[in-house]
C-alpha cells in the first residue's frame, strides 16, 4: 500500500498590493512516490522594490520540477541540496543583472514526504509545524536577526548570498501526523496557541485548517500576505519496498533449473552462464527480437523465501538507474511472469577467467583495466551506490575491449533510506578492513576493494593475505605489491598501498582521486606510505612487550643470583 | 567478558547445565579406563574390549537424535531429567547386580549412551538464555563440559583398584546425584524455544553437500579424539604393560590436551580462518598417528606424540564448530545435531577398529594406519572444497540462530 495523505492550500493578498508569497506541490504516485516522495515547498519573496513574486515563485517551481529529475538513488538532502543551490545562484544572478529585480530574495520551507519518514529543508522566516496526537512542534528554526528593531531581517534566504545554506532535517513520519507549512503572515499575527487551535479544530480537514489560518491571520490584523499548506498523513506505507517493485504482483523465480532450448516468457535458453547457491544465469535468445541477452534469476529452493526474492527486484531496480556503458544494462520483460531480470549480453570473459587461464597482466594493462574500472565505480558512487563486491570474478572485459563491473547482487544505496539487507555482504579477501569490526560499507570500502583487484591480478595474492570466510584476521601494513612482482615500476607500487591501505583515512578519498592517481602515473607519483611506528600504531602493545620484556630479564637476574 | 553477560541470560541455568554435561561426559567414557580391569575379570578379547569401549559412543551419537527430538517435544529440562534418570538407573543396576558378561557390559555401555547424548539438551537449555551477542560465551561455558572425560581417566582405574571397578559404577552414582539434585532445582527452560526441528529439516540439510562434508570432517576429529580417550587406557596397558591407574593417568593427560585445545581451535580459526586451520590439524594428525602406529619404543615418546595428536584433533573440533554455525545460520539446531552424530560415529568406528586390529593382525598398527589415512582423506577432501568455499561463502556476519 502506498503511503496516503491529504492537503489542503490557502493564500491570500491581504492589505498588500502583490501577493509574494508561493507555495506549490508535487504528488507522485506508484513507484516515483515511493523513490522520490511527494514534496511540498512555500516561499515568501522579499524585494526592495518589484521581484520578490518571482523569486518565490521560481524559487519553488524550479524545486518542483527539478528535485524529481535527481537520480532515485540520491539521499532527499543531497538531492533537495544539489537542486537548491543552482537555484540560488540564478536567483542571485537574475538579482544583480537586472536592476527591477535588484535585491530579490525569498525564504523556503520544504517538506518531503518520503516512505515513512519525513525530510525538511528549511531557510528564511517561513515555518514548518507538525501535529502529533494533541502536541504542535515548531520543526524549523527563524533564520532573523534576533534584535527587535530587525525581527524581519532575514539573515540567510534563498538569493541573498552566492552561497545558502539551508538546514535540513529529518524523522519518522506516524499515521495521524499534520504538517503545516505557514509565511510570517501567518505565525505572526496568530502566534502559536491560535495555529494549534486551529489544527485541532479541524484535523481532519487540511483544506479548511488552510482557509481558516489564513482568515484568522487576516482578521487578526496580519499585514503581509497569508499562505499556509496543510498536509495531513493518512496512511503509511509498509516497510518493505520489495511489494511496490513487484508491481503488485507476486513474481515467483522459475520452479525448475533450465535446460537449453526450454522457453522462458519471450526467450529460449541458450546456456547457463553461472550458478551460484542463491542465483542463477542464463544466457537467452530473445525469441522474436533474436537479441541475445543474459537473465538473473533465483535458485529454485528460494522460491518461498522472501528476502532473496525482494533481493533480485532491488537489484534490477537499481541496475535499471545505473546507465553507463560501464555496466550491462537492463532489458525491459514487459511480459514476464516469473521473477527474473534480463540485460544485455557482451561476448568475453571475466578477468577471474582471465587469472584462471594464466594470463599475465602486466603493468600497463593493469593501470588500464584500473582507469576503466575506476570510471565505472565513480560513476556508481555519484549515483549514491555502493557495489560492495568488486572482484576480479565481477569485471568482465568484452571483445569490444570495454571493461563492465558485473553483479549488483549486494549492491546498495542508502538513498532509498533503507538498511541493506545483508550488512555484511562481499568476499572476505577483499572486504575491506573495517567491516570486519562492524564498520559500514562505504566509498572508501568499494576503493578498497578495487585496490585489491588490481593487486591481485598482478601479483596473484592479496595485499594482507587470502582471508577466508568467518574469519576475522587482524590486519598489518599491505605487503608490498614489488615483493612478489619486483618489475612493478614505483609509482604502481605506492598508488596500490595507498589503496590498500589498512586505515580508510589513508586511502584515496574518491574514486576520481584514484582514477586521477593511476592517469597520472610517474609524472606526479603518489607518495609511498608513511611507515606507522609501533608506539603511535599500539601504544598498549609496546609497553606491554616492554613490560615483559624487563619482567623476563629481571626474572633471569634474580635466577642468576640464586644459582651463584 | 562483560559484566551485561551476567545479567543477559540466567546464570543458574548455565552452570546447573554445565555441571551435568560435565558429569554427563564423565560416565559416557567411564568404561575405558575401567576396561583393564572389565576386561582382566570378564576374559574378554581385544575387539570384545574394544567394541565394549565404543559402545557408549555410538550409543551416544544415535541417541542424540532421540534427546533432540524429546528437547524438542518435552523442553530441554524435562529431557535432561529423563536422561539422567536412565543414566542413574543403569550404573544403578550394574552396581547392584554386578556385571557378569560381555553382554551385560555392552547393555551397561548403551545405557551410558544417554550420558553422552547429554550434549543435545545442556546447549539448548543454557543457548537458549542468551541473546545472540552472548550466544558464544554462553556455548564456550556449557561446552567446557568436555572435560568431564578427563575426571573418568584420572579417578576411575584407581578408585577401581581400592574398591573394585563394580564399586566404581556406584561411586559414579554420587556426583550423578548432586548433579541431578542441583539441576532439578536450579535449572530452567528458557520462555521462549524455537520451534520443534521437522523431519524435513533434515532431509533439506542433508540435500547441501558441505553438510555432508562436515559430518566427514567431524567424524575424523571429533572421532578421533573420543575414540582415542575411550581406547587409550588399553592401549597403554597392553603394549606398554602400565598398571591400569598409570595408564589412566596417560589417558586423562591425552584427553586433557584435546580439550583444552577445543576453545582454542575456534580462537585460531577466528583468526587466521577454519579452513586452513582444519588443514593444519589434519596434517598433523595425521603425521602424529602415522607416527605412533609403529609403537615407538619408550612409552613417555608416545606419551607424547598422543598428546599431540589429541592436540590437533582437539583444535580441529574447535574449527569445525567454529565454521559450521556461521556456514548454516539457518540450520545451526539441526545440523549441530547431525555434525555431533557423525562424530560419535567416528569415534566408535575408531575405537572398535583398534580391537578388531589387535585381535586379527596381532597388533594396534593397522588400526591407527587407517584413521591415519581417514585424516589424509579428510585433508584431500578439504583441498577440494577450499576455493569454493572460500569464494561463495561470502559474509563474515555472526549467527544470531538458537539450537
Redesign the interface.
Known sequence: MPLKFTLGQATETGPRTRNEDFCGAVTPAAETLSAKGALFAVADGVSGGAGGREAAELTVRGLLSDYYATPDTWEVTAALDKVIEPLNRWVVAQGSANRDLAGMASTLSVLVLRGTRYILGHVGDTRIYRLRGNDMTLLTVDHVWDRPDMRHVLKRAIGLDAHVAMDYSEGATETGDVFLLVSDGIWEPLGDLGIHQTLLLHREFPQRIAEELVRKALAAGGQDNATAMVVGVEELPGEDLGDLLAEGRQLRPPPRKMAPGMILDDFEIVEILHESRATLVYLARHLTTEQQAVIKTLQPILTDDPVSCNGLLQEEWLAKRVVAHYFPQVLPCPARSMLYYAMTWHKGESLEQKLTRGHYFTAVETAGIGIRLLKGLGALHRLNILHRDIKPDNLHLGDDDRLRILDMGVAVTFGMGHEPLTTNAGTPSYLAPELFSNGTPSVASDLYSAGVTLYHLLTRHYPHGEIEPFQHPRFGDPIPPTRYRPDLPGWLENILLKACARDPEARFETAEEFLLALERGEHQPVLPPPRMPLAQRNPLLLWQAIAALSLITNLLLIFLIVVS | MDRSFWKAGHTPTLFSAFLYFDLSFMVWVLLGPLAVQIAADLQLTPAQKGLMVATPVLAGALLRVVMGVLVDHLQPKKAGLVGQVIVMAALLAAWLFGISSYQQALLLGIGLGFAGASFAVALPLASRWYPPQHQGAAMGIAGAGNSGTVFAALFAPTLAVWYGWNSVFGLALIPLAIAFVVYAIFAKDAPDSPPPKTLQQYAAVLKDKDAWWFMFFYSVTFGGFVGLAQSLTIYFNDQYGLSAVVAGYFTAACVFAGSVMRPLGGFI????????TLLIMYTLAALFIFGVSFAPESRWIALVVFMAAMLSLGAGNGAVF??VP??FRKEIGVMTGMVGMAGGIGGFYLASSLGYAKQLTGSYQIGFMVFAGLAILALLGLHGVKTR?????????VTSAKI
Open positions: 580459526a577466528d583468526r587466521i580462518g577454519g579452513i586452513r567454529q565454521l556461521q556456514r568455499w572460500r569464494t561463495t561463502w561470502g559474509s563474515s556476519a
